[in-house]
Protein backbone atom coordinates (compact mmCIF):
# COMPACT_ATOMS: atom_id res chain seq x y z
CA UNK A 1 0.00 0.00 0.00
CA UNK A 2 1.28 3.65 -0.78
CA UNK A 3 -0.31 6.86 0.43
CA UNK A 4 0.56 9.91 -1.64
CA UNK A 5 0.15 13.39 0.00
CA UNK A 6 0.53 16.35 -2.24
CA UNK A 7 1.57 19.94 -0.77
CA UNK A 8 2.84 23.24 -2.01
CA UNK A 9 -0.22 24.18 -4.22
CA UNK A 10 -1.89 27.95 -3.97
CA UNK A 11 -2.34 31.51 -5.55
CA UNK A 12 0.24 32.93 -7.52
CA UNK A 13 0.52 35.36 -10.56
CA UNK A 14 1.13 34.98 -13.84
CA UNK A 15 5.05 34.30 -14.99
CA UNK A 16 5.42 33.57 -10.79
CA UNK A 17 6.63 30.09 -9.80
CA UNK A 18 5.62 27.57 -7.73
CA UNK A 19 7.24 23.94 -6.35
CA UNK A 20 4.85 21.05 -5.67
CA UNK A 21 6.42 18.59 -3.73
CA UNK A 22 4.21 14.74 -2.85
CA UNK A 23 5.12 12.54 -0.03
CA UNK A 24 4.82 9.14 -0.31
CA UNK A 25 4.56 6.23 2.39
CA UNK A 26 5.07 2.54 1.44
CA UNK A 27 8.08 0.49 0.45
CA UNK A 28 7.08 0.29 -3.02
CA UNK A 29 7.69 3.97 -3.50
CA UNK A 30 11.42 3.82 -5.01
CA UNK A 31 10.11 1.06 -7.65
CA UNK A 32 7.13 2.76 -8.81
CA UNK A 33 6.91 5.35 -11.45
CA UNK A 34 5.75 8.42 -10.69
CA UNK A 35 3.51 11.24 -12.10
CA UNK A 36 1.84 14.57 -12.35
CA UNK A 37 -1.58 15.16 -12.72
CA UNK A 38 -4.01 18.28 -13.44
CA UNK A 39 -7.53 18.30 -13.67
CA UNK A 40 -8.95 22.03 -14.15
CA UNK A 41 -12.33 23.17 -13.64
CA UNK A 42 -15.04 21.59 -16.29
CA UNK A 43 -12.26 19.87 -17.90
CA UNK A 44 -10.62 15.93 -18.10
CA UNK A 45 -7.79 14.82 -15.61
CA UNK A 46 -4.84 15.53 -17.67
CA UNK A 47 -0.85 14.00 -17.91
CA UNK A 48 1.62 16.45 -16.94
CA UNK A 49 4.74 14.93 -15.87
CA UNK A 50 6.63 11.56 -15.22
CA UNK A 51 9.53 10.39 -13.68
CA UNK A 52 10.78 6.68 -13.35
CA UNK A 53 11.85 4.70 -10.44
CA UNK A 54 15.79 6.37 -10.68
CA UNK A 55 14.80 9.28 -11.44
CA UNK A 56 16.73 9.27 -14.75
CA UNK A 57 14.03 9.41 -17.18
CA UNK A 58 11.37 12.14 -17.21
CA UNK A 59 8.54 13.09 -19.56
CA UNK A 60 6.39 15.88 -19.60
CA UNK A 61 3.18 16.91 -21.67
CA UNK A 62 3.53 18.96 -24.79
CA UNK A 63 1.52 22.00 -22.65
CA UNK A 64 4.45 22.14 -19.50
CA UNK A 65 7.82 21.35 -21.43
CA UNK A 66 10.40 24.00 -20.49
CA UNK A 67 8.56 25.06 -18.05
CA UNK A 68 7.93 22.61 -15.33
CA UNK A 69 10.71 19.80 -14.10
CA UNK A 70 9.90 16.85 -12.37
CA UNK A 71 12.45 15.28 -9.79
CA UNK A 72 12.16 12.53 -7.13
CA UNK A 73 14.37 11.76 -4.22
CA UNK A 74 13.89 7.73 -3.09
CA UNK A 75 15.43 8.20 -0.02
CA UNK A 76 13.50 10.54 1.24
CA UNK A 77 9.93 9.34 -0.32
CA UNK A 78 9.40 12.81 -2.37
CA UNK A 79 8.32 13.66 -5.54
CA UNK A 80 8.77 16.81 -6.86
CA UNK A 81 7.31 19.10 -9.80
CA UNK A 82 9.05 22.41 -9.83
CA UNK A 83 6.41 24.94 -12.58
CA UNK A 84 7.74 28.25 -13.31
CA UNK A 85 6.70 30.74 -15.70
CA UNK A 86 2.81 29.93 -14.74
CA UNK A 87 0.27 30.72 -16.68
CA UNK A 88 -3.50 30.94 -15.71
CA UNK A 89 -4.48 28.14 -18.06
CA UNK A 90 -2.48 25.70 -15.77
CA UNK A 91 -4.80 26.37 -12.94
CA UNK A 92 -6.19 23.03 -11.97
CA UNK A 93 -5.88 20.83 -9.30
CA UNK A 94 -2.68 18.95 -8.93
CA UNK A 95 -2.60 14.67 -8.52
CA UNK A 96 0.70 12.53 -7.52
CA UNK A 97 0.28 9.16 -8.88
CA UNK A 98 2.31 5.91 -8.73
CA UNK A 99 2.13 3.35 -11.57
CA UNK A 100 4.05 0.71 -11.91
CA UNK A 101 5.06 1.35 -15.66
CA UNK A 102 5.80 4.26 -17.38
CA UNK A 103 2.74 4.44 -19.92
CA UNK A 104 1.97 8.10 -18.08
CA UNK A 105 -2.01 7.06 -18.78
CA UNK A 106 -4.68 7.64 -15.62
CA UNK A 107 -5.69 4.32 -16.28
CA UNK A 108 -1.99 2.85 -15.33
CA UNK A 109 -2.33 4.44 -11.90
CA UNK A 110 -2.56 2.44 -8.99
CA UNK A 111 -2.53 4.92 -5.97
CA UNK A 112 -3.47 8.59 -6.32
CA UNK A 113 -3.02 11.56 -3.65
CA UNK A 114 -6.11 13.37 -2.82
CA UNK A 115 -4.55 16.81 -4.96
CA UNK A 116 -3.47 20.42 -4.36
CA UNK A 117 -4.64 23.50 -5.95
CA UNK A 118 -2.63 25.95 -8.05
CA UNK A 119 -4.34 28.64 -8.99
CA UNK A 120 -2.64 31.12 -11.18
CA UNK A 121 -4.02 34.93 -11.88
CA UNK A 122 -3.58 37.32 -14.96
Known amino acids: QVQLVESGGGLVQAGGSLRLSCSAS????????MNWFRQAPGKEREFVAK????????DYADSVKGRFTVSRDNARNTVDLQMNSLKPEDTAIYYC???????????????WGKGTLVTVSS
Open 97 to 111: AAALTGSGSAKAMIY
Open 26 to 33: GRTFSGAY
Open 51 to 58: VSSSGRIT
